[in-house]
Protein backbone atom coordinates (compact mmCIF):
# COMPACT_ATOMS: atom_id res chain seq x y z
CA UNK A 1 0.00 0.00 0.00
CA UNK A 2 1.76 3.07 -1.31
CA UNK A 3 2.02 5.68 1.69
CA UNK A 4 0.92 9.60 1.37
CA UNK A 5 1.63 12.46 3.89
CA UNK A 6 -0.25 12.09 7.36
CA UNK A 7 -1.48 15.78 7.13
CA UNK A 8 -3.71 16.33 9.83
CA UNK A 9 -4.65 19.72 8.67
CA UNK A 10 -5.62 21.31 4.27
CA UNK A 11 -1.92 21.59 3.03
CA UNK A 12 -3.56 24.85 2.29
CA UNK A 13 -1.95 25.93 5.64
CA UNK A 14 1.32 23.83 5.69
CA UNK A 15 4.84 25.68 5.40
CA UNK A 16 7.65 27.22 8.17
CA UNK A 17 5.97 29.00 11.25
CA UNK A 18 7.68 31.50 12.92
CA UNK A 19 9.23 29.86 16.25
CA UNK A 20 6.97 32.81 18.51
CA UNK A 21 3.72 32.24 16.72
CA UNK A 22 1.05 31.72 18.05
CA UNK A 23 -1.66 30.29 16.10
CA UNK A 24 -4.71 30.90 18.31
CA UNK A 25 -4.12 34.57 18.04
CA UNK A 26 -4.87 34.83 14.26
CA UNK A 27 -7.77 32.02 13.91
CA UNK A 28 -5.90 28.73 14.03
CA UNK A 29 -7.72 25.89 13.05
CA UNK A 30 -10.56 28.77 11.99
CA UNK A 31 -8.78 29.16 8.87
CA UNK A 32 -9.00 25.57 7.86
CA UNK A 33 -12.71 26.69 6.51
CA UNK A 34 -12.33 27.01 3.08
CA UNK A 35 -13.65 30.70 2.28
CA UNK A 36 -15.60 30.07 -0.98
CA UNK A 37 -17.81 32.72 -0.12
CA UNK A 38 -15.28 34.89 -0.15
CA UNK A 39 -13.95 37.25 -3.41
CA UNK A 40 -10.89 36.27 -4.63
CA UNK A 41 -8.62 39.12 -3.52
CA UNK A 42 -10.56 39.04 0.30
CA UNK A 43 -9.54 35.39 0.13
CA UNK A 44 -5.43 35.98 -0.45
CA UNK A 45 -5.88 38.68 1.96
CA UNK A 46 -7.16 35.99 4.79
CA UNK A 47 -4.78 33.37 4.30
CA UNK A 48 -1.96 33.37 6.85
CA UNK A 49 1.00 35.77 6.11
CA UNK A 50 4.84 34.24 5.82
CA UNK A 51 7.31 36.45 8.11
CA UNK A 52 11.00 36.47 6.72
CA UNK A 53 13.84 34.50 8.93
CA UNK A 54 14.23 37.35 11.21
CA UNK A 55 10.66 38.91 11.11
CA UNK A 56 10.89 40.60 7.74
CA UNK A 57 7.84 41.70 6.00
CA UNK A 58 8.29 39.22 2.81
CA UNK A 59 9.06 35.82 3.72
CA UNK A 60 12.57 33.94 3.82
CA UNK A 61 13.51 31.99 0.52
CA UNK A 62 13.98 28.57 1.42
CA UNK A 63 16.97 27.75 -1.42
CA UNK A 64 17.48 24.00 -0.19
CA UNK A 65 16.86 21.07 -1.94
CA UNK A 66 17.46 18.90 1.38
CA UNK A 67 16.70 19.28 4.71
CA UNK A 68 18.79 17.69 8.07
CA UNK A 69 17.04 16.00 10.91
CA UNK A 70 18.24 15.84 14.53
CA UNK A 71 17.22 12.55 15.14
CA UNK A 72 17.82 8.98 12.27
CA UNK A 73 14.37 8.18 14.03
CA UNK A 74 12.53 11.42 12.65
CA UNK A 75 13.95 10.71 8.96
CA UNK A 76 12.30 7.11 9.23
CA UNK A 77 9.11 8.53 10.46
CA UNK A 78 9.14 10.86 7.66
CA UNK A 79 9.46 8.12 4.84
CA UNK A 80 7.00 6.32 6.94
CA UNK A 81 4.35 9.20 6.46
CA UNK A 82 4.05 9.77 9.73
CA UNK A 83 5.55 13.36 9.60
CA UNK A 84 5.39 15.88 6.87
CA UNK A 85 4.97 19.57 6.34
CA UNK A 86 1.93 20.31 7.88
CA UNK A 87 4.38 20.21 11.26
CA UNK A 88 7.54 21.39 9.64
CA UNK A 89 9.17 18.44 8.89
CA UNK A 90 10.58 18.42 5.22
CA UNK A 91 12.52 15.81 3.09
CA UNK A 92 13.28 17.21 -0.02
CA UNK A 93 12.34 20.09 -2.50
CA UNK A 94 11.28 17.65 -5.07
CA UNK A 95 8.53 16.76 -2.51
CA UNK A 96 7.86 19.70 -0.32
CA UNK A 97 9.57 23.08 -0.60
CA UNK A 98 8.30 26.01 2.34
CA UNK A 99 8.67 28.34 -0.26
CA UNK A 100 6.93 26.59 -2.80
CA UNK A 101 3.78 25.80 0.01
CA UNK A 102 2.82 29.51 0.49
CA UNK A 103 2.62 30.09 -3.23
CA UNK A 104 0.46 26.90 -3.24
CA UNK A 105 -1.59 28.34 -0.55
CA UNK A 106 -2.14 31.48 -2.24
CA UNK A 107 -3.15 29.59 -5.42
CA UNK A 108 -5.62 27.74 -2.88
CA UNK A 109 -7.29 30.60 -1.88
CA UNK A 110 -7.20 32.07 -5.46
CA UNK A 111 -9.44 29.31 -6.28
CA UNK A 112 -11.15 28.52 -3.31
CA UNK A 113 -10.13 25.17 -3.06
CA UNK A 114 -8.67 23.34 -0.14
CA UNK A 115 -5.16 22.64 -1.62
CA UNK A 116 -2.98 23.32 -4.41
CA UNK A 117 0.54 22.69 -5.36
CA UNK A 118 2.45 24.92 -7.39
CA UNK A 119 4.69 23.67 -11.05
CA UNK A 120 7.40 24.53 -13.41
CA UNK A 121 4.93 24.73 -15.83
CA UNK A 122 1.64 24.85 -16.96
CA UNK A 123 1.72 21.76 -19.13
CA UNK A 124 3.56 19.95 -16.68
CA UNK A 125 0.48 20.73 -14.20
CA UNK A 126 -1.89 19.93 -17.23
CA UNK A 127 -0.10 16.48 -17.49
CA UNK A 128 0.12 15.72 -14.35
CA UNK A 129 -3.10 15.99 -13.43
CA UNK A 130 -4.54 14.06 -16.37
CA UNK A 131 -1.72 10.88 -14.86
CA UNK A 132 -3.02 11.06 -11.87
CA UNK A 133 -6.54 10.85 -12.22
CA UNK A 134 -6.11 8.86 -15.47
CA UNK A 135 -5.50 5.20 -15.79
CA UNK A 136 -4.39 3.00 -18.83
CA UNK A 137 -7.13 2.25 -20.88
CA UNK A 138 -9.13 5.26 -19.48
CA UNK A 139 -11.08 7.62 -21.60
CA UNK A 140 -11.25 11.63 -21.33
CA UNK A 141 -14.10 14.00 -23.03
CA UNK A 142 -12.73 17.15 -23.73
CA UNK A 143 -13.69 20.30 -25.49
CA UNK A 144 -12.44 20.45 -29.20
CA UNK A 145 -11.52 23.85 -28.08
CA UNK A 146 -8.19 23.96 -26.43
CA UNK A 147 -4.30 25.17 -26.29
CA UNK A 148 -2.80 23.73 -29.09
CA UNK A 149 -0.41 22.04 -26.36
CA UNK A 150 -2.85 20.49 -24.60
CA UNK A 151 -4.48 19.47 -27.63
CA UNK A 152 -1.37 17.57 -28.55
CA UNK A 153 -1.15 16.14 -25.16
CA UNK A 154 -4.98 14.55 -25.78
CA UNK A 155 -4.30 13.86 -29.50
CA UNK A 156 -0.96 11.96 -29.57
CA UNK A 157 0.85 11.79 -26.68
CA UNK A 158 -1.58 10.40 -23.75
CA UNK A 159 -2.87 7.66 -26.11
CA UNK A 160 0.83 6.58 -27.46
CA UNK A 161 2.47 6.55 -24.10
CA UNK A 162 -0.88 5.74 -21.65
CA UNK A 163 -3.54 3.87 -23.58
CA UNK A 164 -5.72 7.08 -22.42
CA UNK A 165 -7.82 8.35 -25.41
CA UNK A 166 -9.70 11.66 -25.67
CA UNK A 167 -13.42 12.47 -27.67
CA UNK A 168 -13.39 15.87 -28.34
CA UNK A 169 -16.64 17.51 -28.28
CA UNK A 170 -18.02 21.20 -28.48
CA UNK A 171 -18.27 22.09 -25.40
CA UNK A 172 -21.26 24.13 -25.38
CA UNK A 173 -23.32 21.37 -26.67
CA UNK A 174 -24.55 19.77 -23.68
CA UNK A 175 -25.94 16.38 -24.75
CA UNK A 176 -23.21 15.96 -27.48
CA UNK A 177 -21.09 15.97 -23.75
CA UNK A 178 -23.24 13.68 -21.92
CA UNK A 179 -23.30 11.53 -24.72
CA UNK A 180 -19.75 11.31 -24.89
CA UNK A 181 -19.43 10.17 -21.42
CA UNK A 182 -19.26 6.68 -21.23
CA UNK A 183 -19.93 5.32 -17.61
CA UNK A 184 -17.57 3.39 -15.71
CA UNK A 185 -14.71 3.94 -18.50
CA UNK A 186 -14.68 7.69 -19.17
CA UNK A 187 -12.75 9.67 -15.98
CA UNK A 188 -11.96 13.55 -16.62
CA UNK A 189 -13.82 16.15 -18.14
CA UNK A 190 -11.65 18.54 -19.39
CA UNK A 191 -12.11 21.83 -20.37
CA UNK A 192 -11.21 25.52 -20.77
CA UNK A 193 -13.26 28.19 -19.09
CA UNK A 194 -12.52 30.61 -21.73
CA UNK A 195 -11.66 28.71 -24.60
CA UNK A 196 -8.53 29.46 -26.25
CA UNK A 197 -8.56 31.45 -28.88
CA UNK A 198 -12.28 31.57 -29.45
CA UNK A 199 -13.29 33.17 -25.93
CA UNK A 200 -16.04 30.64 -25.94
CA UNK A 201 -17.35 30.81 -22.35
CA UNK A 202 -18.30 27.06 -20.72
CA UNK A 203 -21.17 26.50 -18.66
CA UNK A 204 -19.16 25.64 -15.51
CA UNK A 205 -22.38 24.34 -13.53
CA UNK A 206 -24.00 22.37 -15.38
CA UNK A 207 -21.14 20.84 -17.17
CA UNK A 208 -20.31 19.77 -13.68
CA UNK A 209 -23.54 18.24 -12.73
CA UNK A 210 -23.52 16.31 -16.18
CA UNK A 211 -19.84 15.08 -15.51
CA UNK A 212 -20.68 14.18 -11.60
CA UNK A 213 -23.94 12.64 -12.22
CA UNK A 214 -21.91 10.34 -14.35
CA UNK A 215 -19.26 10.17 -11.48
CA UNK A 216 -16.53 12.08 -13.28
CA UNK A 217 -13.83 14.50 -12.33
CA UNK A 218 -14.23 17.83 -14.05
CA UNK A 219 -10.83 19.81 -14.40
CA UNK A 220 -11.04 23.29 -15.53
CA UNK A 221 -7.94 25.54 -17.28
CA UNK A 222 -8.33 28.62 -16.02
CA UNK A 223 -5.59 30.57 -17.47
CA UNK A 224 -7.49 33.28 -18.96
CA UNK A 225 -9.44 34.16 -16.57
CA UNK A 226 -8.15 34.30 -12.98
CA UNK A 227 -9.97 36.75 -10.80
CA UNK A 228 -12.54 36.45 -13.34
CA UNK A 229 -13.89 32.88 -13.22
CA UNK A 230 -13.80 30.77 -10.13
CA UNK A 231 -14.55 26.78 -11.08
CA UNK A 232 -14.52 25.61 -8.02
CA UNK A 233 -17.44 27.41 -6.75
CA UNK A 234 -18.93 26.99 -9.38
CA UNK A 235 -18.66 23.20 -9.44
CA UNK A 236 -15.62 22.23 -11.11
CA UNK A 237 -12.97 19.68 -8.72
CA UNK A 238 -9.68 20.59 -9.98
CA UNK A 239 -8.44 23.77 -11.74
CA UNK A 240 -5.41 24.24 -13.30
CA UNK A 241 -3.19 27.07 -14.54
CA UNK A 242 -0.17 28.22 -16.26
CA UNK A 243 0.92 30.76 -13.54
CA UNK A 244 3.03 32.09 -16.87
CA UNK A 245 0.35 34.54 -18.04
CA UNK A 246 -1.95 36.91 -16.16
CA UNK A 247 -0.66 35.73 -12.71
CA UNK A 248 2.88 36.31 -13.03
CA UNK A 249 2.27 39.18 -15.59
CA UNK A 250 6.03 40.11 -16.52
CA UNK A 251 6.31 37.47 -19.22
CA UNK A 252 9.42 36.16 -17.74
CA UNK A 253 8.54 32.96 -15.45
CA UNK A 254 7.27 29.68 -16.36
CA UNK A 255 5.07 28.00 -14.06
CA UNK A 256 2.14 26.26 -13.67
CA UNK A 257 -0.05 24.91 -10.69
CA UNK A 258 -2.78 22.47 -9.52
CA UNK A 259 -5.57 23.53 -7.74
CA UNK A 260 -8.32 20.85 -5.75
CA UNK A 261 -9.18 18.79 -2.69
CA UNK A 262 -6.34 18.04 -0.54
CA UNK A 263 -7.05 14.26 -0.73
CA UNK A 264 -6.01 14.76 -4.23
CA UNK A 265 -2.74 16.88 -4.00
CA UNK A 266 -1.57 14.41 -1.18
CA UNK A 267 -1.96 11.97 -3.66
CA UNK A 268 0.22 13.61 -6.52
CA UNK A 269 2.48 14.06 -3.71
CA UNK A 270 2.50 10.54 -2.55
CA UNK A 271 6.14 9.13 -2.56
CA UNK A 272 5.37 5.54 -4.28
CA UNK A 273 2.42 6.59 -6.67
CA UNK A 274 1.91 10.37 -6.98
CA UNK A 275 2.31 11.78 -10.52
CA UNK A 276 3.90 14.97 -9.02
CA UNK A 277 6.22 13.45 -7.09
CA UNK A 278 7.54 10.86 -9.53
CA UNK A 279 7.84 13.24 -12.77
CA UNK A 280 9.20 15.47 -10.88
CA UNK A 281 8.33 19.05 -12.32
CA UNK A 282 9.59 21.07 -8.91
CA UNK A 283 9.37 24.31 -8.92
CA UNK A 284 12.31 26.44 -7.85
CA UNK A 285 11.91 28.12 -4.81
CA UNK A 286 13.31 31.32 -5.76
CA UNK A 287 10.51 31.44 -8.76
CA UNK A 288 8.30 30.75 -6.28
CA UNK A 289 9.28 34.16 -3.88
CA UNK A 290 8.71 36.16 -6.88
CA UNK A 291 5.04 35.06 -7.83
CA UNK A 292 4.01 35.63 -4.31
CA UNK A 293 5.53 38.53 -4.41
CA UNK A 294 2.72 39.79 -7.86
CA UNK A 295 -0.13 37.61 -6.65
CA UNK A 296 -1.39 40.53 -4.19
CA UNK A 297 -1.25 42.88 -7.13
CA UNK A 298 -3.33 40.55 -9.61
CA UNK A 299 -6.51 41.50 -8.56
CA UNK A 300 -5.51 45.40 -9.73
CA UNK A 301 -4.21 44.09 -12.73
CA UNK A 302 -7.24 41.85 -13.77
CA UNK A 303 -9.57 44.53 -13.31
CA UNK A 304 -7.49 47.14 -15.72
CA UNK A 305 -7.08 43.96 -18.21
CA UNK A 306 -10.57 43.55 -18.48
CA UNK A 307 -11.91 46.94 -18.33
CA UNK A 308 -9.03 48.11 -21.11
CA UNK A 309 -10.22 44.89 -23.20
CA UNK A 310 -14.06 45.55 -22.78
CA UNK A 311 -13.75 49.37 -24.43
CA UNK A 312 -11.23 48.41 -26.74
CA UNK A 313 -13.36 46.03 -28.18
CA UNK A 314 -16.71 48.30 -28.16
CA UNK A 315 -15.01 50.58 -30.33
CA UNK A 316 -13.33 48.28 -32.82
CA UNK A 317 -16.89 46.87 -33.33
CA UNK A 318 -17.71 49.93 -33.85
CA UNK A 319 -15.40 50.16 -36.49
CA UNK A 320 -16.75 47.33 -38.73
CA UNK A 321 -14.45 44.72 -37.27
CA UNK A 322 -15.71 41.17 -35.76
CA UNK A 323 -15.08 41.38 -32.18
CA UNK A 324 -14.92 38.60 -29.99
CA UNK A 325 -15.36 39.00 -26.35
CA UNK A 326 -17.46 37.62 -23.52
CA UNK A 327 -18.49 41.26 -22.47
CA UNK A 328 -19.98 42.35 -25.13
CA UNK A 329 -23.98 41.48 -25.63
CA UNK A 330 -23.84 39.73 -29.52
CA UNK A 331 -21.17 37.58 -27.68
CA UNK A 332 -22.95 34.05 -28.04
CA UNK A 333 -22.71 33.43 -23.85
CA UNK A 334 -22.47 37.20 -22.51
CA UNK A 335 -25.78 36.00 -20.45
CA UNK A 336 -23.69 32.71 -19.25
CA UNK A 337 -20.99 35.04 -18.25
CA UNK A 338 -22.55 37.64 -16.81
CA UNK A 339 -24.28 35.34 -14.26
CA UNK A 340 -20.78 33.08 -13.46
CA UNK A 341 -18.43 35.62 -13.66
CA UNK A 342 -16.91 38.01 -10.29
CA UNK A 343 -18.33 40.78 -11.13
CA UNK A 344 -16.03 43.71 -10.26
CA UNK A 345 -13.26 41.75 -12.55
CA UNK A 346 -14.59 42.40 -15.42
CA UNK A 347 -14.96 39.87 -18.68
CA UNK A 348 -11.12 38.87 -18.70
CA UNK A 349 -8.32 40.91 -20.82
CA UNK A 350 -8.32 39.03 -24.00
CA UNK A 351 -9.92 39.33 -27.00
CA UNK A 352 -10.18 38.23 -30.67
CA UNK A 353 -10.31 39.75 -34.21
CA UNK A 354 -10.97 37.87 -37.09
CA UNK A 355 -10.01 39.21 -40.18
CA UNK A 356 -10.55 36.17 -42.44
CA UNK A 357 -6.96 35.29 -43.49
CA UNK A 358 -4.00 35.24 -42.42
CA UNK A 359 -2.79 37.72 -44.88
CA UNK A 360 -5.06 40.00 -43.33
CA UNK A 361 -4.23 39.32 -39.89
CA UNK A 362 -0.59 39.26 -40.22
CA UNK A 363 -0.92 43.00 -42.60
CA UNK A 364 -3.17 44.44 -39.11
CA UNK A 365 -0.68 42.76 -36.37
CA UNK A 366 2.78 44.59 -38.87
CA UNK A 367 0.79 48.05 -38.52
CA UNK A 368 -0.37 47.68 -34.58
CA UNK A 369 3.88 46.52 -33.68
CA UNK A 370 5.82 48.42 -36.09
CA UNK A 371 4.00 51.48 -37.19
CA UNK A 372 2.26 52.81 -34.43
CA UNK A 373 3.60 50.72 -31.27
CA UNK A 374 0.14 49.61 -30.14
CA UNK A 375 1.18 45.91 -29.38
CA UNK A 376 3.90 43.16 -29.86
CA UNK A 377 3.64 40.23 -32.15
CA UNK A 378 4.22 37.49 -29.45
CA UNK A 379 2.92 34.46 -27.89
CA UNK A 380 1.67 34.36 -24.45
CA UNK A 381 -0.98 36.40 -22.63
CA UNK A 382 -1.23 38.25 -19.25
CA UNK A 383 1.49 40.75 -20.35
CA UNK A 384 1.49 44.88 -19.27
CA UNK A 385 2.43 45.29 -23.12
CA UNK A 386 -0.60 43.91 -25.13
CA UNK A 387 0.48 40.55 -26.94
CA UNK A 388 -0.80 39.77 -30.50
CA UNK A 389 -0.75 36.23 -32.61
CA UNK A 390 -2.44 35.06 -35.57
CA UNK A 391 -3.39 32.10 -33.74
CA UNK A 392 -3.96 29.32 -36.43
CA UNK A 393 -0.18 29.23 -37.18
CA UNK A 394 0.99 29.52 -34.00
CA UNK A 395 -0.90 29.22 -30.17
CA UNK A 396 -3.35 26.88 -32.25
CA UNK A 397 -0.94 24.74 -35.31
CA UNK A 398 -0.67 21.74 -33.60
CA UNK A 399 -4.51 21.44 -34.15
CA UNK A 400 -4.74 20.42 -38.17
CA UNK A 401 -7.10 22.11 -40.28
CA UNK A 402 -10.12 20.32 -39.94
CA UNK A 403 -9.63 20.44 -36.17
CA UNK A 404 -9.24 23.97 -36.54
CA UNK A 405 -12.28 24.27 -38.60
CA UNK A 406 -14.26 22.24 -36.19
CA UNK A 407 -12.63 24.56 -33.26
CA UNK A 408 -14.21 27.55 -35.04
CA UNK A 409 -10.75 28.78 -35.43
CA UNK A 410 -10.40 31.29 -38.06
CA UNK A 411 -6.99 31.30 -40.27
CA UNK A 412 -7.65 35.03 -39.70
CA UNK A 413 -8.11 35.04 -36.19
CA UNK A 414 -6.23 37.20 -34.03
CA UNK A 415 -6.05 36.82 -30.30
CA UNK A 416 -4.87 39.64 -28.59
CA UNK A 417 -4.14 40.60 -24.66
CA UNK A 418 -4.87 43.51 -23.81
CA UNK A 419 -2.12 45.28 -21.48
CA UNK A 420 -2.03 48.28 -19.64
CA UNK A 421 1.02 50.37 -20.50
CA UNK A 422 0.44 54.11 -21.36
CA UNK A 423 -3.24 55.22 -21.06
CA UNK A 424 -6.70 54.39 -22.74
CA UNK A 425 -6.89 57.12 -24.89
CA UNK A 426 -3.02 56.97 -25.89
CA UNK A 427 -3.23 53.20 -27.11
CA UNK A 428 -6.31 53.46 -28.79
CA UNK A 429 -5.28 56.33 -30.44
CA UNK A 430 -2.22 53.98 -31.62
CA UNK A 431 -4.88 51.56 -32.86
CA UNK A 432 -7.43 53.40 -35.10
CA UNK A 433 -3.98 54.89 -36.66
CA UNK A 434 -3.21 51.35 -37.55
CA UNK A 435 -6.69 49.97 -38.47
CA UNK A 436 -6.92 53.03 -41.20
CA UNK A 437 -3.72 52.66 -42.63
CA UNK A 438 -5.29 49.00 -43.30
Known sequence: MAHVLNTQQPLLLSGKKRNDRDDDLDGGDALLVKKSSLDPAAALASIRHEFGEHGGVNMSIEASATFTVMEPETMRRMFAGELGPDNDFFVYSRHFNPTVLNLSRQMAALEATEAAYCTSSGMSAISSVMLQLCSSGGHVVASKTLYGGTHALLTHFLPRTCNITTSFVDITDHEAVADAIVEGRT?????????????????????????????????????????????????????????????????????????????????????????????????????????SERIPHLALRMREHSRRAQVYAERMKELGLKVIYPGLEDHPQHKLARRMVNREYGYGGLLSIDMETEERANKLMTYLQNATQFGLMAVSLGYYETLMSCSGSSTSSELDPDQKAAAGISPGLVRMSVGYVGTLEQKWTQFEKAFLRM
Open 187 to 291: QVLYFEAMANPTLTVADIPELSRIAHDKGVTVVVDNTFTPMVLSPAKLGADVVVHSISKFISGGADIIAGAVCGSEKLVKGMMDLRGGSLMLLGPTMNAKVAFEL
